[in-house]
């Protein structure tokens, strides 16, 4: 059997996985985007309930697939909640838009402390102010920059020429931001 490990990480993502289970994308530092299985955990008796929603920053303890990247969660220890994006339309949507860049440019098993942190350090920013058109370039140029694909003054082209698309909620936040 393998053995188990433990990672802070950022539910980025998350998808029903039969009638009880979800299957989790997160972003962690060492090991870039990462997929657990989350067995039982939609039943209303799982020890994990109420710890598995998007944006949440945790520290997980998981098991590594064997044949596949989908792992299998066994603890979550959450560190922070970020509550206060959940109570204003334009900081939820400008977390959504970070989270799904961020999952649309790691790859798992690739490190990406530096992603990660940006990502920790909008969400928390986010919790205190409202996004800006200023605070959605910074984070669009510096995953650029971390993530070491130019973009000469145009992030969101680069982004775009590297991924292949732009994340659908971008249209929506800019619109929001007027």
């Known amino acids: 059997m393998s053995t188990a490990e433990t990672t802070e990480a950022i539910l980025l993502r998350r998808a029903r996985f039969g009638e009880s289970s979800y299957v989790l994308v997160w972003l962690a530092p060492e090991h870039g985007k990462l997929r657990t299985a989350a ?3 939609a039943s209303r008796d799982s020890k994990l309930r109420g710890r598995l929603d998007i944006f949440y ?46 999952d649309l440019l790691s790859e798992p098993g690739h490190a990406a402390p530096g992603l990660f942190d940006l990502l920790r350090r909008a969400l928390g920013h986010l919790c205190g102010n409202r996004p800006s058109r200023r605070s959605v370039e910074f984070f669009e140029t510096e995953a650029c920059r971390l993530l070491g694909f130019g973009h000469a003054g145009n992030a969101l082209g680069a982004i775009e020429e590297h991924a292949g698309r732009i994340p659908s909620n971008r249209r929506r936040l800019s619109a929001a931001l007027v």
Do not use: M, N
């Open 39 to 41: 067995r039982g955990t």
């Open 57 to 102: 920053h945790a520290e997980i303890h998981f098991v590594p697939g064997r044949k596949s990247d989908l792992h299998a969660l066994r603890e979550v220890r959450l560190v922070e909640t970020w509550e206060q994006l959940r109570g204003d339309y334009a900081r939820l949507l400008a977390a959504s838009y970070f989270a799904e860049l961020c």
